[in-house]
Each structure stands twice: as structure tokens, then as C-alpha cells.
């Protein structure tokens, strides 16, 4: 290894699930532990952690320009009409949709959304991942 890439090349930055609570987010029933997610200081970083969803839980259809992969840990779902459950990896390529999913079970997740490689689209943490309080389901955007 030369000098310059000791100082280029950035270090591991670990995190532990434990080391936050449960954020509230957008959609009915789901809760969230964004381990890491983009920030004024690290704006390319991924919104990456765990989804946790309640028996219930649901979003509509809706679209990315960001490129994600989830993990189910727990649970089913019906995703797009199809039923997925533990070991089920989803990847969404840039630009995407999200068909509508639902839970009886709820369940875990691990998802981790990343900048598009062919839109540029980034993840989008604050406001969705952190709220105070959840809105209803027709005050949030579906196109982006």
C-alpha cells in the first residue's frame, strides 16, 4: 500500500442495532433503525438498516430514482401479489417502482438504498425515516 492510498482510502465505519431506537416512518405499521443514511457531511452515504413491520403493515405503489436491495429476516409479505418470505432478497434497479405491499405477520427487514448508478437518484432519509409523527398515506409523495 502506497502513502496516498492510506490517506484515499476511507476506514469501516461500524454501527450497532442497539445503538438507536425505533424511528418512526411514512408508511402505516413500519418502524425503522437506519443504521446509516445521508447527511449534509456524507451525502452519497446509503440509507442502510433495519424495517421492522407490524401485523398490518402496508405501502402503496410507488417509485425511486435510487437503486435498493432488501433481505426479509421475518415474516411474509405480499409483495406485487406475490408472497415472499424469510431469505426472499428484492433488488430494485434505478429508476424503480415499489408495487404495493402488505403484511398479516409483519416481519424484518434489512434494506439498504444507495444513489442510482444510472440516475444519480439518492436515497432520501430525512422526513422519511425520522418523522415525529406519521401522516396519512395520501399526504405522501409516490413519485419520488
Known amino acids: 500500500m502506497t502513502t496516498n492510498q ?3 482510502d476511507a476506514a469501516p ?3 450497532h442495532v442497539d445503538e438507536m431506537g425505533w424511528q418512526t416512518i411514512r408508511w402505516p405499521g ?5 443504521l446509516f443514511h445521508p447527511s449534509p457531511e456524507n451525502p452519497t452515504h446509503p440509507n442502510a438498516g433495519l424495517l421492522r413491520l407490524e401485523p398490518g403493515a402496508h405501502h402503496p405503489w410507488h ?3 435510487f437503486a435498493q436491495v432488501w433481505y426479509i429476516l421475518e415474516g411474509e409479505f405480499t409483495i406485487g401479489g ?3 418470505g424469510p431469505g426472499t432478497m428484492i433488488m430494485h434497479p434505478d429508476p424503480h417502482f415499489e408495487p404495493e405491499l402488505t403484511t ?3 416481519g424484518l427487514m434489512l434494506i439498504v438504498q444507495y444513489p442510482g448508478p444510472t440516475t444519480g437518484g439518492r436515497p432520501i432519509y430525512g422526513g422519511r425515516f425520522d ?7 395520501t399526504e405522501e409523495r409516490t413519485d419520488l
Open 6 to 8: 492510506a490517506v484515499q
Open 13 to 15: 465505519i461500524f454501527r
Open 30 to 34: 413500519e418502524t425503522g433503525k437506519m
Open 63 to 65: 417509485r425511486h430514482d
Open 82 to 84: 406475490r408472497s415472499c
Open 104 to 106: 398479516a405477520t409483519g
Open 131 to 137: 418523522m415525529a409523527e406519521r401522516r396519512p398515506v
